[in-house]
C-alpha cells in the first residue's frame, strides 16, 4: 500500500493561494491521487483526482510530478469557508478496499 | 449529494450491551464502508463490503461485525460495546472509482 505523509497543519490568510502537497514515494503503477476534504462535523467529501501532470476542476487544482513521488493540491484564492481537513489518498482505481485515509492536513484560513 | 443516510444520528449506551448502526443507500454502489474517526487519528476503516454479503475487514476490526444482505444497506454491529468504541461512525459508498461517498455519520458514545 502506498503511504502518504502530508503535513499536519497550514494556516493562510483569505484571498492567497494555499499548496497542500503529499508525499507519496512508493506509489505503484495503477494508482491513482485522491483529494478528499472534510468540514468539522461532516463526512469527507471528493475534491479532485489524478493520475499524472495536472487536473483541474471547478473547486482546486492537482499538480503531480512525472516521477509521481509527490502531488500537490492547490486551492485558488481562498476564503473563510475553506477552513477543514484536507486528506491525501493513493490508491489503485477498482480496488477501493486498498484506499487509506491518513490524519490529513488541517487548513486553517485566516481573516 | 448521493442518497446515504446513517441510523441513528446519535446513540448513547452503556457498556456490554449490543448496539447496531446502520448505512442505506439509494445509490445501488458495489462498495459500502465504515470508517470511525476520533480525535487524533483521522479515518479509519473498520470492514467494508464489495458486494451483497462480501464483506471484508479493515485497520481497526476488532470488537466489530458487519452484514450486507442487501445492496442498499450495511449494518455495523457492536456485540458489546466498550467506551473504547466511543467515536465518531461514518459510512461511505461507492462504484470503485476511488470517489466515496459520505453519509452525515453517527456519534456513538458508551458511558
Not at chain 1, 34 to 59: C, D, L, M
Request: proline letters at 5%; a neutral charge; aromatic letters at 10%.
Amino acid at each position: 500500500l502506498a503511504k502518504t505523509t502530508q503535513p499536519i497543519s497550514m494556516d493562510s490568510y483569505e484571498g492567497q493561494e494555499v499548496n497542500i502537497t503529499c508525499s507519496h514515494n512508493n506509489i505503484a503503477t495503477n494508482d491513482y491521487i485522491t483529494w478528499y476534504q472534510q468540514f468539522p462535523s461532516q463526512g469527507p467529501r471528493f475534491i479532485i483526482q489524478g493520475y499524472k501532470t495536472k487536473v483541474t476542476n471547478e473547486v482546486a487544482s492537482l499538480f503531480i510530478p512525472a516521477d509521481r513521488k509527490s502531488s500537490t493540491l492547490s486551492l485558488p484564492r481562498v476564503s473563510l469557508s475553506d477552513t477543514a481537513v484536507y486528506y491525501c489518498l493513493v490508491g489503485e482505481v477498482k480496488r477501493d478496499d486498498k484506499i487509506i485515509f491518513g490524519k490529513g492536513t488541517r487548513l486553517h484560513i485566516l481573516p | 449529494d448521493a442518497g446515504i443516510t446513517q441510523s441513528p444520528r446519535h446513540k448513547v449506551t452503556e457498556t456490554g450491551t449490543p448496539v447496531t448502526l446502520r448505512c442505506h443507500q439509494t445509490e445501488n454502489h458495489r462498495y459500502m464502508y465504515w470508517y470511525r474517526q476520533d480525535p487524533g487519528h483521522g479515518l479509519r476503516l473498520i470492514h467494508y463490503s464489495y458486494g451483497v454479503k462480501d464483506t471484508d475487514k479493515g485497520e481497526v476490526s476488532d470488537g466489530y461485525s458487519v452484514s450486507r444482505s442487501k445492496t442498499e444497506d450495511f449494518l455495523l454491529t457492536l456485540e458489546s460495546a466498550t467506551s473504547s468504541q466511543t467515536s465518531v461512525y461514518f459510512c461511505a459508498i461507492s462504484e470503485g472509482r476511488n470517489e466515496q461517498f459520505f453519509g452525515p455519520g453517527t456519534r456513538l458514545t458508551v458511558l
